[in-house]
């Protein structure tokens, strides 16, 4: 039974909770998180995100590269994300 328990874990703990599926990162709560991690943690690690020190236009250009690949983010989605991540993983 405990082996049972633990293999349903393993499957479903990153559908119950996306922002722990990868991990990581130490991203401040404001407006955008929770759309960022929504839209980047489903194929990217957090620390990986959290690293990326990048310029908005470099966000932008970044983020149409994940669009090419599936990403799904309507244009207000793009630019909260966009916001979050200049604010918090920008180049200083």
Known sequence: MKK??????IVFLPFISPSLSFGGGNFP???GKTKM???CNT???LNSISRSKR???E???LIGQMKDYGLEITDEE???VIDYLTRC????
């Open 43 to 45: 194929c990217h690690g």
């Open 29 to 31: 709560d404001l407006p």
């Open 4 to 9: 049972y328990m633990l293999i349903l874990t």
């Open 89 to 92: 993983c920008g180049k200083d």
């Open 37 to 39: 991690i929504e839209k």
């Open 55 to 57: 310029s908005a236009k």
């Open 78 to 80: 793009l630019k909260t």
């Open 59 to 61: 966000w932008h250009k």
